[in-house]
C-alpha cells in the first residue's frame, strides 16, 4: 500500500529556510507524480509544487516560484521541498501527496491526487 511519510517542518524565523522530506513505499517509482500541497488555518488547500518521477519536470505555484525547489532522489525514493526566504504567510501544514503520472508537467489541483500523507506543520514566524 502507498505510504508517504513527511519530515523535516518545524518553526522558523521569516528569511529563514526549511527542507521538506517525503519518503515514499508501495509503489513503482517510476510514472508518478509526486508533490506538496498546504492548508493554512481558515484557508483553502493550496498546490505549491509537483515533480514528475520519470520526466523529472516540475512545476509551482506562483506564490512559491524562486524560493522552493522541489526535487527527487531516486534511489532513496524520496522527494525534497526546500524551502528558502520564508514568510508568514508560508506558515501552513505541508502535505505530500502522489498519484500515477505518464504526463510531463505534474498537475496542481488537489482533486487529481488519490494519497496523501498525513501532513507537517510549518510555522514562520519571530
Known amino acids: 500500500q502507498v505510504q508517504l511519510v513527511e519530515s523535516g517542518g518545524g518553526l522558523v524565523q521569516p528569511g529563514g529556510s526549511l527542507r521538506l522530506s517525503c519518503a515514499a513505499s508501495?509503489?513503482?517509482?517510476?510514472?508518478?507524480?509526486i508533490g506538496w500541497f498546504r492548508q493554512a488555518p481558515g484557508k483553502e488547500r493550496e498546490g505549491v509544487s509537483c515533480?514528475?518521477?520519470?520526466?523529472?519536470?516540475?512545476a509551482y505555484a506562483d506564490s512559491v516560484k524562486g524560493r522552493f525547489t522541489i526535487s527527487r532522489h531516486n534511489a532513496e525514493n524520496t522527494v525534497y521541498l526546500q524551502m528558502n526566504s520564508l514568510k508568514p504567510e508560508d506558515t501552513a501544514v505541508y502535505y505530500c501527496?502522489?498519484?500515477?503520472?505518464?504526463?510531463?508537467?505534474?498537475?496542481?489541483?488537489?482533486?487529481?491526487?488519490?494519497?496523501w500523507g498525513q501532513g507537517i506543520e510549518v510555522t514562520v514566524s519571530s
Open positions: 501527496v502522489t498519484r500515477v503520472w505518464y504526463g510531463s508537467t505534474c498537475p496542481l489541483e488537489a482533486a487529481k491526487y488519490n494519497y
Open positions: 508501495g509503489f513503482t517509482w517510476n510514472y508518478y507524480a
Open positions: 515533480i514528475s518521477t520519470s520526466h523529472g519536470s516540475t
